[in-house]
Every structure is written in structure tokens, then in C-alpha cells.
């Protein structure tokens, strides 16, 4: 197949599948997902983002009708399916479907959906340099929960996109917090440094397996907050997401940043890739 769809059990092409209007992701938004790549149709770090997928689903009380084991082997299994031996891979569920009511019913059965399309290759993505802007971090107080609820992000990705650029830098009372759809860090004096993971910060899963790779590479870590003025004067400015591993921010806001420690960010490139060829 050229993509795949699944819904509750149905199954087709993303293009031939249809959802009932009474989903509560329709409405509300009410649900959260998570997505990941897949090379050599084996999904990478299929563990760790199904880890999170029912850690998201527990912080919004959403009760599952299925195992985390179920949802590896169906996962695997439709991975097999898509022609492309590379993948992106996303799976969401909503809290179900019901006539609209912002109340919803404690027993309710959730709605599980899958879909995987052709991707491009990690290896091409990893030597691309980003240009960035940064925004006023305007959304809700839960970023650590990987809801459906995107809106702001949306806005910000396509302002950036508009202008050329690949990503938003998004910082909230003096503090960087993440981007858009990924994690950022910084080098400063020879370390990786990174915020902590709080109700701002999506708990990355490539942001856990850089920290992994800088401390087997013996690079002190610091994971507390920093400010715009630390990210403008950074050795090397990382953004890291399931499908950019570790990718070098050459341009913020039209200013050249980084490109003083390449020999570190060229470090922690190649572990993290390394790591990525080794599960896979």
C-alpha cells in the first residue's frame, strides 16, 4: 500500500477512510496521539513513544481498552504493510464518540487511529541547518501532555513557514520553553544544556535519547531553564524531534547564531544517528 489508515479496527488507504462526526476529536480536541519514524519498516523507539502515549492518555483520563503490547504489535504490523521502507508513523485516541457535550460519560469507549505515510530519510535530514523564529509561548498550561489541542502551534508553524523558516522558538516569561513540534537546546561552555521537563515542555523522547547520548560521549548536561539572551549567544543552538535527531539552528530571528562547537554538535550528531542505525 502507498499509505495506510486504521480506525477501530477498519482498515484502507488514508484517502479512503472516513471518521463519525461524533468523535470527540472533532469538537473538542479531546484526545492525544503521539508519532514517531519508522526505517526498514521497524519503528524507532516504538517503546518509549507508546510509554508516553499512556502517560498522555492517563493525565486526561482517558482509559484505554487496549494494552501497550497490543498496540506495539498492531503498530509493527501495519508498518509492514506500506510500501515505503521509510515511514512516518502517527497514532492518537480520542476519549470516543458521543453527541456533543463537554461532559462525557466515565465509561465511554475510545476511538483509536493510525495512519503511516512514505518519509524521508533521517540520514538526508540530520545535515540540514534550521532557520527559526521565536514567539511569546501563548498556549495552555499543559504542554507536558501531547493533546490533539495544536492550534497555537499550527499559528506558529505557519508564520514561520510564510516566511521561509523551519521552525518557531517559542519562550514564556524570560524562559525558553520548546518549539512548535520539537525540543531545543543549547551548548553553552562545553555543555548540553536543556530545560527541564515541567508542565511547558513536552517530555521529547529525542530529547531523552540526546542527554543518553551526550553523558555515554562524556558531555556534562544542565536541565535547567534558560533565557533568549543564553540562546543568541549559545555555541551551538539543537533542535531534536523523533524525526530530526539533533539538528544545528544556524539563523534566529534573521541573526546568525551558532557555529562554535561543531565539533561537539558533530558529536552528538553522530551518536544520536548511531544509535537510530543500531535499533533499527
Not at 477498519?10 to 508519532?35: Q, W
Not at 519562550?171 to 536543556?194: D, M
Not at 555555541?235 to 530571528?253: A, G
Amino acid at each position: 500500500m502507498k499509505n495506510i489508515a486504521y480506525y477501530n479496527g477498519k482498515i484502507s488507504t488514508i484517502e479512503d477512510m472516513s471518521i463519525p462526526l461524533n468523535d470527540r476529536s472533532h469538537y473538542f480536541g479531546d484526545g492525544v496521539y503521539d508519532a514517531t519514524i519508522a526505517s526498514q519498516h521497524r519503528i524507532y523507539l516504538l517503546e518509549d513513544h507508546i510509554n508516553r502515549f499512556f502517560n498522555s492518555m492517563s493525565l486526561v483520563n482517558i482509559q484505554p481498552d487496549f494494552s501497550k503490547a497490543w498496540l506495539a504489535e498492531l503498530l509493527a504490523e501495519l508498518a509492514l504493510k506500506v510500501d515505503s521502507s521509510e515511514q512516518f508513523v502517527y497514532f492518537q485516541v480520542s476519549r470516543g464518540t458521543a453527541i456533543r457535550n463537554h461532559a462525557y460519560d466515565l465509561n465511554i469507549k475510545p476511538n483509536l487511529t493510525v495512519y503511516i505515510t512514505p518519509s524521508t530519510s533521517p540520514k538526508t535530514i540530520l545535515t540540514q541547518s534550521l532557520k527559526v523564529q521565536t514567539e511569546p509561548d501563548i498556549r495552555f498550561e499543559l504542554c507536558h501532555i501531547k493533546t490533539l489541542n495544536l492550534l497555537p502551534n499550527v499559528m506558529s508553524t505557519q508564520r514561520a513557514q510564510q516566511k521561509g523558516l523551519d521552525e518557531t522558538i517559542y519562550h514564556r516569561q524570560g524562559r525558553v520553553t520548546e518549539c512548535a513540534h520539537s525540543n531545543v537546546h543549547i551548548i553553552q561552555k562545553g555543555r548540553l544544556k536543556t530545560a527541564p521537563t515541567d508542565h511547558w515542555i513536552l517530555p521529547g523522547i529525542a530529547r531523552k535519547h540526546l542527554l543518553m547520548a551526550a553523558k555515554r560521549l562524556g558531555i556534562p548536561c544542565d536541565e535547567t531553564a534558560f533565557n533568549l539572551d543564553e540562546l543568541f549567544n549559545a555555541e551551538e543552538v539543537i533542535i531534536t524531534s523523533s524525526s530530526h535527531f539533533c539538528s544545528q539552528v544556524t539563523e534566529i530571528d534573521g541573526k546568525g547564531v551558532g557555529g562554535r562547537n561543531e565539533q561537539l554538535l558533530q558529536a552528538l550528531q553522530a551518536a544520536t544517528y548511531q544509535e537510530f542505525q543500531a535499533l533499527i
